[in-house]
């Protein structure tokens, strides 16, 4: 029996080292978007030690006189340390004053910290700045990475530029959810939403989810060739008769829209890292390619849809 029992063990030790269990928590990517006032804990640059990490944030009412009356307004500053020593700062200066509400939570930076490449044994952190601090997912305006090594924190790159350039007509970078703004993924990609304003298209931005790609310890672009193109609640139609290929830059004809007739988006496609077209589908489910160039759509929607 206790020969048995021995047997059952030794086997019992070999399936859990050779399948060990997975620890879906300790496995996670880490993407923490950082409070103000409080101290977080982070390994940043994975040698056993954690550093402590804070935003904190300064404020100061006052009234500011103009010609003839007095309006009230204050200034805010937001400072990041890491184990007690600054590395960045921002203030806003005279913001009109609207509640009390308002002027306690303005802060006029986002700090995240993430761990994008387990294997590289280096955290994340990042600074933005813009209207995605105020509004979540609105625009933002810089995406500092710094990076934290042998006890200094320094910048590396300041993402915004890298997401501009994937594709043309990038009018803004916003975020992509409110509960963290940039998402990441196991693949070491970090993400934004790109809205693009496009030459023929009437009044409207057109939106797509862009990652950029994270190696040996810099961000770089991830050339896709293919973007896909969120929903369009509202119809898409034609100015005027359009022409859709069967391939981008294709010279075979797949279908034509009709003027006024109803057509859906559904992939960006850039070609040779700079031209950009447009997959589109037909109302019978055809699809094919047009150059947003030579294509004029609008939004079938009221007049006062824009008010």
């Given at each position: 029996?206790?020969k048995?029992?021995k047997?059952?063990?030794m086997?019992?030790?070999?399936i859990?080292?050779l399948f060990?269990a997975k620890?879906?928590?300790a496995?996670k990517?880490?993407c923490?978007?950082?409070k103000?006032s409080?101290?977080?804990h982070y390994?940043?640059?994975?040698?056993?030690?954690?550093?402590?990490?804070?935003?904190?944030?300064?404020?100061?009412k006052?009234?500011k006189?103009e010609?003839?009356?007095?309006?009230l307004?204050?200034?805010?500053?937001?400072a990041v340390?890491?184990?007690?020593?600054?590395?960045?700062?921002?203030?806003?200066?005279?913001?009109?004053?609207i509640?009390?509400?308002?002027?306690?939570?303005?802060?006029?930076?986002?700090v995240?910290v993430?761990?994008?490449?387990?294997?590289d044994?280096?955290m994340?952190?990042?600074i933005?700045?813009?209207d995605?601090?105020e509004f979540?997912?609105?625009r933002?305006?810089?995406?500092?990475?710094?990076?934290?090594?042998?006890?200094?924190?320094?910048?590396?790159q300041d993402?915004?530029?890298?997401?501009?350039?994937?594709?043309?007509?990038?009018?803004?970078?916003?975020?992509?959810?409110?509960?963290?703004?940039?998402?990441i993924n196991?693949?070491?990609e970090?993400?934004?939403?790109?809205?693009?304003?496009?030459p023929n298209?009437?009044?409207?931005h057109?939106?797509?989810?862009v990652?950029?790609?994270l190696?040996n310890g810099?961000?770089?672009?991830?050339?896709?060739?293919?973007?896909?193109?969120p929903k369009?609640?509202?119809?898409l139609?034609?100015k005027k008769?359009?022409?859709?290929?069967?391939?981008?830059g294709?010279?075979?004809k797949?279908?034509t829209?009709?003027?006024?007739?109803k057509i859906?988006?559904?992939n960006?496609?850039l070609?040779n890292k700079?031209?950009i077209?447009i997959?589109?589908k037909n109302?019978g489910?055809?699809?094919g390619?047009?150059?947003?160039?030579k294509?004029?759509i609008?939004l079938?929607v009221?007049?006062?849809?824009?008010?």
């Amino acid at each position: 029996m206790r020969k048995l029992l021995k047997l059952l063990g030794m086997a019992f030790m070999a399936i859990m080292v050779l399948f060990p269990a997975k620890n879906s928590a300790a496995e996670k990517n880490v993407c923490q978007t950082l409070k103000a006032s409080k101290t977080y804990h982070y390994n940043l640059d994975q040698k056993g030690k954690k550093e402590s990490i804070r935003v904190d944030v300064s404020r100061k009412k006052y009234e500011k006189k103009e010609s003839d009356y007095h309006e009230l307004v204050y200034d805010v500053k937001a400072a990041v340390t890491i184990n007690g020593k600054q590395i960045y700062s921002k203030a806003v200066k005279e913001q009109d004053y609207i509640s009390e509400r308002d002027y306690l939570s303005c802060i006029p930076i986002k700090v995240m910290v993430t761990d994008i490449d387990k294997r590289d044994k280096q955290m994340e952190l990042f600074i933005l700045e813009g209207d995605c601090v105020e509004f979540e997912s609105d625009r933002i305006e810089h995406i500092y990475y710094y990076q934290y090594a042998n006890g200094r924190a320094k910048r590396k790159q300041d993402l915004v530029l890298l997401f501009s350039k994937s594709l043309p007509y990038v009018e803004y970078i916003s975020g992509v959810k409110n509960s963290s703004t940039l998402t990441i993924n196991e693949k070491n990609e970090v993400f934004a939403e790109l809205g693009l304003y496009m030459p023929n298209f009437f009044n409207m931005h057109i939106y797509s989810k862009v990652s950029l790609k994270l190696k040996n310890g810099k961000f770089i672009q991830n050339n896709q060739k293919s973007y896909r193109i969120p929903k369009i609640e509202e119809p898409l139609r034609a100015k005027k008769n359009i022409i859709a290929y069967t391939s981008p830059g294709g010279k075979v004809k797949a279908f034509t829209v009709k003027k006024r007739g109803k057509i859906n988006l559904c992939n960006f496609y850039l070609a040779n890292k700079k031209k950009i077209y447009i997959k589109v589908k037909n109302q019978g489910g055809k699809t094919g390619y047009i150059d947003p160039k030579k294509a004029s759509i609008y939004l079938d929607v009221p007049e006062d849809y824009y008010d």
